[in-house]
């Protein structure tokens, strides 16, 4: 193992673009030159296995992450890994990529041994790994962001040559994309497309997704899969690992493999799965999907908003005179993708973003120009969509982190002084009621897997029986057992008559939960629609900016 | 990696325990002194000579000692006043303006009062002892606020503040005790004036009041920090500034009391060693060595991790290797800089060793390969 490595020629990847199209698409191949011809031919047919780990295991301090993990992908399939958040996705798909290196287990690319030292070495063998974060510049074109560190582009790029080659490879996969345009223009699905290219320029024929659809509204998704599904017929092998998109998985994939604590729970034919027998050896048990709807009687009204308008971190104008109300026992949906407004909404009703015009209030309170601590004093809870940097603080304790909600709380703190028995107390009720999984309430919270920490969050803010919950994005990337389990926490908030406000891009979730929503397009209000009226597609159509539906506010 | 047959891993550690940490940081000083032994063989010096000279000298000598607490007590508060501000995660490089300040609220006062040498105060000595401390926190607290108050407001780089402030501060005591300066000794030998006798600060067997108010600041801070609301607040501003805003901290606020605070003791540390030190009882013409004895605030303030009470015992280490490092260099003959090169490689060592709190060295004996 290991000579082909050192000399960085990959041993199969542009084989098939050499033997496949014209000459031009010879002359256009866009991986660097020189390398196709020292390399030997081993054409892939359809179905040969490409990749393949045998008894991958890899430990952390008390936990083994991989047990013995078989796993394997042929040119041309889909094969996906599906897995709770803690399941071992990560640490497989880091391991497969070169970043960590297994404890034990081998590596097969192409029948051959290998054994990755960093990304580099999986990299010239073919591997790419599109991360769920985009890594791209803003500022940078789509071509510029495509040939960075590109090792055929040279110091000083040719861009007329990759150019060529980029829309070469665009047609061959279906990518319809600018190169011209700048990132920071793009939709995320259209972001992910371009990380997608970059990938398969640096030469990639095995492709590792991180939830690859997670940013994303319906339309695009849709459009992502069926280039994911066109890419399958150049015998690339693709590998996205998801957490909880069920539908997802069923749709494009041809085989599924599920973990669960390290190990494969179930390696299967998609064509053989169903929602309910996935989520059943992902989970350990039966998940029920359809939430029971609750009835409540709509009480008062709780939050009003009128004309509200705010600025995001550019200065744009990012919210504009926005309408609605709250009642008592009322789940108020807003449903759009990610960055038309919603995280500024969300921002200005907890009080850390300036208003720029408009009004604020609670149970009758005007509180557009107060601070968020006197906004927790009136009532207000606000659970905030980056677990990891707003709504908890990785250094401190579990105890300490509860503090957040209650440092200000006189029943808690007398003379500037915490009492810290009673909110050991507070947070050991919490870690039961809550079934929070940890060793203890003095366990730092980064130690926290991303359910654990939201549930932690979720119980901190509603143990305040806030009369107004604000729920940003509250169950994304959560696997199905903590989605379910935040879900029904709202739920019961609602059977207390707290006014909600539910922030979501899983058009699923708002639908099923809310009882009115607000699709949301660039800051503005596309409707307000009664859920039971609503119908899915429309709502679809209506956050994609397409549809404008006169509302009653 | 490899070593023979065996595989060096390094491991993630969880916790670090005190006793632990004792022991490294003990590592640390030992090797850091071994790397200084091969100065002082260079030099023709056996290094056990060296050490016990450095050592007899710091913390044995009747002349030595009194000078090393002095100094430990002056950098223990620097520390602290460094600490402060480190906890809300930002940097106080400003405790020599501060102390600046705190010298020129001190004598201020003291003018003000009549308590100058050869002048009866007009108030009761006690009452104008306290009210020159007051002066000395207010002073260093006003020349806090100022980088406080432009970080909170405009997030301006507080360490470029702070060192301004740090020249502004210099040049203040010197127009002040300089050539006509309101502040000027007689004699003109470029001194500020000497305070009236009855206001010097009081002393228990020989020692000055201020070891133990110094010792309260440390162990006061170490419980605003574990138990109090406003500590909470400033580590979690200082661990997550957005998470502390979510939870309703005033992330304007936060910089502006913990530079106050940090200027506060700061300015203690000035009245200190300005006012209260036996045998000084006047701002000097070296006053200037003094705001670079205050740097060392900073590291003891980073080695020890921002815990007041763990500054302790750092604190009177280097206050007594600065002291017999200087001697040493005097009766044995050496280079210039012998101090300054002692307390650098310790530092360094100190620094590295903090590696240690974070990672542990794992042996495995490797098995066979086939």
């Not at chain 1, 990938?199 to 990639?204: C, E, I, K, P, S």
């Not at chain 1, 939830?211 to 996205?240: C, F, H, Q, W």
């Not at chain 2, 740090?166 to 309101?182: Q, R």
């Amino acid at each position: 193992m290991g000579a082909d490595l050192r000399t960085g020629a990959s041993p199969f990847y542009w084989v098939e673009l050499r033997r496949g199209t014209s000459s031009r698409g010879a002359q256009a191949r866009p991986i660097a030159r020189g390398q196709v011809e020292s390399m030997p031919i081993q054409p892939i047919r359809r179905g040969d296995t490409v990749l393949e780990a045998r008894g991958i295991t890899k430990r952390f301090p008390g936990v083994v992450a991989n047990d013995q993990i078989n796993f394997d992908i042929r040119a041309g399939e889909i094969h996906a890994i599906l897995g709770e958040n803690g399941a071992g996705k990560s640490t497989l798909m880091k391991i497969l990529f070169g970043l960590l290196q297994p404890d034990g287990g081998e590596i097969y690319v192409q029948g051959e041994k290998v054994s990755f030292r960093s990304p580099l070495d999986a990299i010239q063998l073919g591997i790419g790994m599109v991360h769920q974060d985009r890594k791209l510049i803003p500022a940078h074109s789509v071509l510029e962001n495509i040939i960075l560190g590109h090792p055929g582009a040279g110091s000083i790029p040719d861009m007329k040559r990759t150019r060529d080659e980029i829309v070469e490879l665009c047609d061959r996969y279906g990518f319809k994309i600018d190169l011209e345009a700048k990132v920071w223009q793009l939709s995320e699905g259209e972001k992910q497309a371009v990380e997608i290219l970059k990938t398969l320029y640096r030469g990639a024929r095995i492709l590792i997704l991180d939830e690859p659809t997670s940013a994303l509204a319906p339309p695009e998704t849709e459009k992502l899969l069926e280039s994911i599904r066109y890419m399958t017929g150049d015998n690339l092998a693709l590998v996205p690992f998801i957490t909880h998109k069920l539908p997802i998985v069923l749709a494009i994939s041809d085989r599924v493999t599920v973990l669960r604590r390290g190990k494969v729970t179930a390696r299967l034919r998609t064509a053989e799965a169903t929602e309910t027998s996935l989520a059943r050896e992902m989970v350990g048990r039966e998940v029920v999907f359809r939430l029971e709807h609750v009835e409540v009687e709509r009480g008062k009204p709780v939050l009003e908003v009128e004309d509200l308008s705010a600025l995001n971190d550019k200065d744009q104008l990012a919210l504009k005179a926005v309408t609605f109300t709250v009642h008592e026992g009322e789940i108020f949906g807003i449903a759009g993708v990610s960055g038309n407004g919603q995280q500024v909404l969300a921002e200005v009703l907890a009080g850390l973003r300036k208003t720029e015009s408009g009004r604020v209030s609670i149970d009758g309170v005007d509180l557009s120009r107060t601070s968020s601590l006197e906004r927790w004093k009136k009532g207000m809870g606000y659970i905030p969509s980056d677990r990891v940097n707003v709504g908890s603080i990785g250094a401190l304790s579990l105890i300490e982190n509860v503090l957040m909600n209650y440092h200000f709380d006189a029943g808690f703190v007398s003379w500037g002084i915490v009492d810290s028995q009673k909110t050991r107390e507070l947070t050991e009720s919490l870690i039961a009621e809550y079934d929070i999984a940890t060793p203890g309430p003095d366990i730092l919270a980064k130690s926290l897997s991303g359910g654990n920490l939201q549930k932690l969050i979720l119980a901190r803010v509603l143990s305040r029986k806030p009369r107004l919950i604000i729920a940003n994005l509250p169950t994304q990337g959560l696997d199905v057992g903590a989605t379910e389990f935040v879900q029904n926490q709202l739920l019961e908030a609602k059977r207390h008559h707290a006014a909600i406000l539910l922030i979501s891009e899983d058009l699923d979730e708002v639908l099923s939960l809310s009882d009115r929503v607000a699709p949301v397009y660039e800051g503005e209000f596309m409707g307000i629609i009664p859920t039971k009226d609503a119908r899915m597609e429309d709502i679809g159509a209506m956050m994609a900016g397409l549809k404008r539906k006169v509302g009653q506010p | 990696m490899r070593l023979g047959s065996y595989e060096v891993k390094l491991e993630k550690k969880v916790k670090v325990t005190a006793l632990q940490a004792t022991i490294i940081s003990l590592l640390a000083i030992l090797i850091g002194l071994a790397l200084v032994g091969l100065i002082f063989l260079q030099a023709g010096v056996n290094p056990l000579t060296g050490f016990r000279a450095i050592f007899a000298y710091g913390f044995a000598n009747p002349f030595g000692l009194p000078l090393t607490i002095n100094r430990s007590v002056f950098i223990l508060l620097c520390t602290c006043a460094f600490i402060v501000p480190m906890k809300a995660g930002v940097w106080n490089i400003g405790t020599a303006g501060q102390l600046y300040g705190g010298a020129l609220g001190t004598f201020g006062v003291a003018l003000a009062l009549g308590a100058r040498e050869s002048q009866t105060p007009s108030l009761s000595p006690v009452l104008v002892i306290v009210l020159m401390m007051l002066g000395a926190i207010l002073g260093g607290a006003l020349i806090g606020a100022i980088p406080g108050f432009l970080k909170g407001r405009f997030n301006t780089n507080e360490i470029v503040v702070t060192m301004m402030l740090n020249s502004i501060g210099y040049w203040l005591i010197a127009f002040m005790i300089k050539e006509g300066g309101a502040f000027m000794g007689g004699g003109g030998e470029g001194t500020g004036f000497k305070l009236s006798e009855s206001v010097f600060g009081p002393t228990v067997w020989g020692q000055t009041f201020t070891i133990p108010i110094a010792l309260g600041v440390a162990v006061l801070l170490y419980f605003l920090f574990a138990k109090s609301t406003l500590g909470y607040q400033i580590r979690a501003f200082g661990l997550s500034p957005s998470a502390a805003k979510y939870a309703g901290i005033d992330p304007q606020n936060v910089p502006l009391v913990v530079f106050i605070i940090g200027g506060m003791i700061a300015g203690l540390a000035g009245y200190h060693y300005f006012a209260a030190v036996p045998g000084l009882y006047k701002i000097p013409t070296n006053y200037g060595d003094f705001g670079d004895l205050s740097f060392y605030g900073i590291i003891c303030g980073l080695i020890s991790q921002g815990n007041p009470l763990a500054a302790i015992p750092f604190a009177l280490l280097f206050g007594g290797l600065t002291n017999g490092g200087r001697f040493v260099q005097g009766q044995l003959h050496l280079g210039y800089g012998i101090d300054y090169a002692l307390l650098g490689i310790l530092m360094i060592t100190l620094v590295a060793f903090q590696f240690f709190y974070r990672n542990t060295i794992v042996w495995e004996k490797m098995e066979r390969e086939a």
